[in-house]
């Protein structure tokens, strides 16, 4: 893992020299949008090669293309724009849908410009574009959506394809790609950096994200279409990477070793530019024909590409009929049908996501879908495969419209559950299009009681968290957080993350973090409260060294509801290391742990709270968690107050050591110690002053020499305490 990551710096790096040159010609960012992507995301190598695989096997079951039918996909082409020049005309938008029409079906006017050498392998895709007539949810539109927004510009990173409003409501970002499994989203913005155009390869398993940026000084054969790149041939060539395709040269920075994987295109050394002549060699293909400047994949200008081959046909077709099959038969090119009587849940107000609650009302969003004003309809809904309910509602709704409504209280369990909304009836008439009535919604409904402290987990359990109230959160689905018997502070396991062999860098407040969730735990009347746990880790790199970018370990708590939350804990590097670095895989011996001590009480009066152990792995080392204590005390008779000090030992029995949590009601230094049940003090501790407020002290299994009682006393000034201790 350590050597992927080295190499796949000094790979960014040698992509980065040699792109530098084509900095005066066309400038397509797909291939560097891939590699940033990569370095974030490991996995996406594996995607790549799955992809491929998968490709490769449908080509070889599909081998006549005669067989094929023309497929027509539906475009929606979002247009960010800040200043009216880049809010370009309806005509330039269908001048570009106009292009790839031509392109994709070899109907192009300069098609008849191919070489004779290349003509027999020049392809008619059988790919045809519309602009959308309806919308995902069922109303009329021309396939354009116009959004403007306050960026100067736009890079790579994506950030057109979501929306960012400020505080004051105006948008930063871009906006959000219709149902990618409907519809292929193109945006059209200002790309800064002369960058003509990038594009989602149909590897990336994020849907969010699929589909083509062009830059609208190059987008279409009018309006502001800029010359060289005046033809509209930038989105051809973008929509082809989105549909499998690689550049013609196979992005090897000049040499001949990398590929397009088509067999039928000339293996080529770099990109071209311009408009050469015909035919043009270059080492890679030094005679005969020399290489396909002319085809779309290639750097060219507008006016010099104007061809597909059957090869690169062929992997569109698999990847549209493969990844992309939902594409093929989407209604979206044909107009919504029109009904008279025709209402719809269009969404699911309540309950969304985790509700802190088991009697809710929900809210459902009502849309009248129909051409006659909508006065009437019932409302059914129902919790999983429970009784279904009815509400009436009445009011007035025009054509298009919405209104939220607030449905009468339903109850249901802690836990997940499935919210089912559907409408009848409409005006007292039958529903013309009973496919947008019904929608369902997932929740979880939590208690807002949790469990009673103190709460010890030492993760003794052997299928650790299963059977215990604890949660793994892996959100990438690769290593998480997991029981191991390999290290332990105490008791025969303990908790990890591999950060050693993790292969995904994660970011503060990105999906690439693994969280280790407690039970819901009930703080209310409880005056004073204190987490403590028992950790180990190390680093690979070097602490000392600059620049670089760390494992963390974050402790957050949330209240059950999900109102608040407060970070309590952040440490990572040498903050974080209980043992020298280390190029090896950590594993800590029993002396390489710290006890840490965090106090909840600030957060008693949130009520019922969940901890967060958050791992954020950039893999460096192994991150280990054991002996997990929240103690306290609760408002009341043994509640310790400004004036009288107080002791609890937890656990009890004790196993092979125990935590004491005692409160000081005012700074001094305090005597602890260990008598047996004939009076014999054992050990004694003399620990010298602290500051008033939660205190820890361990006591370690040596100190009990055999199994029974023990009585474990502390001196508070001049008051005594005393707790009984058992050791099984």
């Known amino acids: 893992m350590k050597i992927f990551k080295l190499f796949l710096y000094v790979l960014l790096l040698a992509c980065y020299s040699y792109s530098l040159p084509l900095l005066a010609q066309r400038q397509c960012g797909t291939h560097e949008h891939w590699l940033k992507q990569v370095e974030q995301n490991p996995k996406l190598l594996k995607a790549r090669h799955q992809h491929k695989e998968q490709i490769q096997q449908y080509i070889a079951h599909h081998t006549d293309q005669q067989e094929r039918q023309v497929v027509t996909i539906p475009v929606v082409v979002h247009v960010v724009y800040r200043v009216t020049a880049e809010n370009i005309s309806d005509a330039q938008i269908q001048s570009q849908i106009d292009v790839l029409n031509e392109d994709y079906s070899k109907t192009n006017a300069d098609i008849s410009n191919i070489p004779t050498a290349f003509a027999g392998v020049a392809a008619n895709s059988q790919i045809q574009f519309c602009l959308a007539q309806q919308t995902p949810n069922g109303q009329a539109t021309n396939g354009i959506e116009r959004v403007q927004t306050t960026a100067t510009g736009f890079t790579d990173n994506n950030a057109v394809k979501f929306l960012d409003l400020n505080a004051a409501g105006q948008n930063e970002g871009g906006t959000p790609a219709w149902d990618p499994t409907r519809y292929f989203n193109l945006w059209v913005c200002k790309l800064n950096s002369g960058l003509l155009g990038y594009a989602q390869f149909p590897d990336n398993p994020d849907l969010s994200t699929y589909g083509v940026v062009i830059n609208y000084k190059y987008f279409g054969r009018n309006g502001t279409a800029e010359s060289p790149y005046d033809l509209g041939r930038t989105a051809t060539h973008e929509v082809g990477h989105a549909l499998g ?91 919504p049908a029109t009904a008279q009587f025709d209402a719809g849940i269009s969404s699911i107000v309540n309950p969304n996501g985790e509700i802190c609650a088991t009697s809710f009302a929900p809210i459902v969003r009502l849309r009248n879908y129909g051409s ?118 105490t008791g025969l396991a303990s908790i990890v993350v591999n950060n050693y062999d993790y292969s995904a860098a994660g970011q ?43 494992d963390s370990l974050q402790v957050w708590i949330v209240d059950a509801c999900g109102n608040q939350a407060a970070r309590l804990y952040n440490k990572f590097s040498s903050t974080l290391s209980t043992a020298s670095n280390t190029t090896d895989a950590f594993v800590p011996t029993s002396s390489q742990w710290r006890l840490e001590t965090l106090d909840l009480t600030p957060y008693t009066s949130w009520g019922s ?74 050990q004694t501790y003399q620990i010298p002053y602290q500051n008033s407020g939660m205190h820890q002290f361990t006591i370690a299994d040596a100190a009990l020499p055999a199994k029974g009682m023990y009585v474990v006393q502390m001196q508070v000034g001049n008051e005594w305490i005393m707790r009984k201790i058992i050791k099984n």
């Open 609 to 682: 709270v969940y901890l967060v152990f958050r791992n954020i792995s950039h893999y460096e080392n192994n991150l280990y968690l054991d002996d997990v204590n929240i103690t306290g005390w609760a408002v009341g008779i043994d509640s310790p107050t400004e004036k009288q000090a107080n002791l609890q030992i937890y656990p009890n029995p004790i196993a092979q050591e125990a935590v004491l949590t005692y409160y000081l009601p005012e700074g001094q230094s305090t005597t602890i110690s260990i008598v047996d049940i004939l009076g014999r003090t054992l």
């Open 245 to 335: 395709l690689y550049h013609i040269w196979g992005d090897d920075g000049g040499s001949c070793f990398g590929s397009d994987n088509i067999n039928d295109t000339p293996n080529q050394a770099d990109a071209t530019g311009g408009c050469p002549n015909f035919p043009m060699t270059d080492f890679c293909t030094s005679s005969g024909a020399g290489i396909m400047f002319m085809n779309y994949m290639d750097y060219t200008d507008d006016a010099c590409m104007y061809m597909f081959t059957n090869g690169q046909s062929q992997v569109m077709n698999a990847t549209l009929n493969n990844t992309f099959s939902s594409l093929i038969n989407s209604t979206a090119c044909n107009p």
């Open 372 to 489: 006659n004003t909508l006065t009437s309809c019932q409302i059914r809904y129902r919790i999983d495969s429970g009784t279904t309910l009815q509400f009436n509602w009445t009011g007035s709704l025009t054509t298009n419209n919405t209104v939220d409504v607030t449905l009468p209280t339903i109850s249901t369990t802690a836990g997940s559950h499935n919210f089912t909304a559907f409408t009848q009836s409409p005006n007292g008439q039958t529903d013309n299009n009973a496919s947008n009535d019904s929608r369902t919604q997932a929740f979880t409904a939590t208690s807002a009681v949790g469990v009673n402290i103190p709460l010890f987990e030492g993760i003794e359990n052997p299928s650790f968290p299963t059977g215990t109230q604890w949660e793994i959160d892996n959100p990438d689905s690769d290593i998480g957080w997991q029981r191991t018997t390999a290290a332990k502070k």
């Open 508 to 550: 503060t407040g990105s999906s690439i973090a693994d969280d280790l969730y407690s039970p819901n735990i009930n703080l209310s009347s409880i005056a004073h409260a204190t987490l403590t746990f028992q950790v180990a880790y190390t680093t690979y790199t070097d602490p000392a060294t600059g620049g670089n970018t760390w």
